[in-house]
């Protein structure tokens, strides 16, 4: 149960993350044990009123956060989400697991998220730039390039970002590119950046299907989520000969055994926003998804998909979290029961806050990079992060999730303590 006053929703995906740090607690030694409560609770929370003029002259006022979960490693780092379910609590466990994520990967960054309760779909683009100006400024006091560094996340994208990083530059009264990330490659954005989570996503698939012995060749790969993260995994394991046969959004649940053409399925998205009446595919139930034969599992829409009753009966042998918080820390406990593999969110989504880390370091440099050097660099980071996971795991006899966890609180914790309490 959480300790904290401001947090109501029990079951909600701030219990979920506090249960993770309640399990690792034991792996860790004393000294940094003694910091662990650090963890349990954001350095801060900011709360905004949003207030736009509607293109039919109303007023409306939407609710709005920026939560910094912890700084001792670097500036914050985390997206910014439109959503109609935003709330306080799901802000603070997506920001602490970007916390957990930066020191994963060894990013010197800390964790931080924000959001806005509202579905960007139901404005037209005008509001949406009035929304996204707003929020900005009422959030800019906390953000900046050493401060805190927002990016793209559920439906949000490279457009918004870009007023994000002009309304931030005009307060400034100068260009500051290197306060998102995730911006228009013109804008000071970097090449790759789009693809770069999607893309992660299928090289730790790939590092953790070689350990496992499961063919990525004719696996069946079903994928919930076709936006920026799963429309790109999905492509790369139809790329890589993978059968993706079964794909949900918000809009429905579409199947082929024989495999989906992902390209054209991408252009379908394009034109009609969401899946649904794809030719080539029969509308199934969002229910059926779960039961479909699959190999490979993505979840990469919405946290707390993945059930104790949906894990007991999945049929998937691996599990690629591109989404953050898919799984529910009893189901987690039931597929390791069942020998099911999960690449845990905070791994296996990296890819792109490393690329947002290289479009950061590359704003601030003014020095650009080619598309191959990102992804060459993108694909040495991920590759040697999931070996470290995977050790961790052998080493301590733990799930992917559990030794991720250890890698990634020993060093925040540690970077606490040198640091020390202050005053002192
Ligand atoms: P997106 O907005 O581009 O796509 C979200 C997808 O989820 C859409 O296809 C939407 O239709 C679908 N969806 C929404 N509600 C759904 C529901 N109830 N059931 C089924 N599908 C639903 O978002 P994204 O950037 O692809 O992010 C997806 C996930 O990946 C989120 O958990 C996000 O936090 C995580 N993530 C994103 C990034 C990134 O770089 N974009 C990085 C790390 C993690």
């Known amino acids: 149960m959480s300790n904290l006053s401001y947090v109501n929703n029990n079951n909600g995906a701030w219990q979920t993350y506090l249960t993770q740090i309640e399990r690792v607690a034991p792996y860790l030694s004393e000294d940094l044990q003694d910091y662990i409560d650090t963890l349990k609770r954001p350095k801060r929370a900011l709360i905004v009123d949003v207030p736009i003029v509607m293109d039919d002259g109303s007023i409306q006022h939407f609710e709005g956060y920026r939560v910094q979960h912890n700084l001792s490693r670097g500036p914050g780092k985390g997206g910014i989400r439109y959503h109609p379910d935003v709330e306080l609590g799901e802000v ?27 579905d960007p779909r139901k404005l037209s683009v005008r509001e949406l730039e009035r929304l996204t100006r707003r929020f900005t400024s009422e959030i800019s006091h906390i953000i900046g390039p050493q401060q805190d560094i927002p990016a793209p996340d559920v439906g949000t994208n490279p457009r918004i970002m870009g007023w994000m990083m002009d309304t931030f530059s005009t307060g400034q009264g100068h260009t500051v590119t290197g306060v998102v990330t995730g911006k228009p490659v013109h804008l000071g954005g970097s090449l790759g950046r789009v693809r770069a989570t999607g893309r992660g996503v299928f090289v730790t698939g790939v590092q953790a299907a070689q350990r496992i012995k499961l063919p990525v060749e004719g696996s069946r790969v079903a994928v919930q989520g076709f936006g920026n993260v799963g429309s790109e995994a999905a492509f790369l394991f139809n790329k890589a000969q993978a059968k993706v046969v079964c794909v949900q959004d918000h809009t429905g649940t579409i199947f082929n055994p024989e495999g989906l053409d992902i390209k054209s399925l991408q252009a379908y998205v394009a034109e009609t926003q969401g899946i649904v009446g794809f030719e080539g595919a029969q509308a199934i139930s969002n229910d ?7 190999d490979i599992l ?12 949906r894990a007991k009966t999945l049929t998937a042998k691996l599990i690629l979290e591109g989404a953050n918080g898919p799984t529910y820390p009893e189901a987690d406990d039931e597929l390791q029961k069942r020998g099911i593999t999960v690449v845990p969110d905070v791994i296996c989504n990296a890819g792109g806050v490393t690329v947002s880390y290289f479009e950061w370091v590359q704003d601030m440099a003014s020095y650009f990079w080619s598309e191959s ?4 660099r993108l694909d040495k980071l991920m590759i040697q992060a999931i070996d470290d996971v ?4 052998e080493t301590n006899q733990c799930s992917l999730r559990t030794a991720a966890y250890i890698l990634a609180c020993e060093r925040i914790l540690k970077a606490r303590k040198e640091r020390g309490i202050f005053p002192g």
């Open 92 to 118: 603070m466990a997506l920001s602490a697991w970007m916390t957990i994520k930066t020191a994963v990967v060894n990013l010197p960054f800390g964790g931080a998220k924000g959001g806005i309760r509202v």
């Open 288 to 294: 059926a998804f779960w039961d479909v034969e699959m």
């Open 298 to 309: 993505v979840p990469a829409a919405l946290e707390g998909q993945i059930t104790v009753e």
């Open 373 to 376: 050097e990102i992804n060459e």
């Open 390 to 393: 995977w050790q961790t795991s």
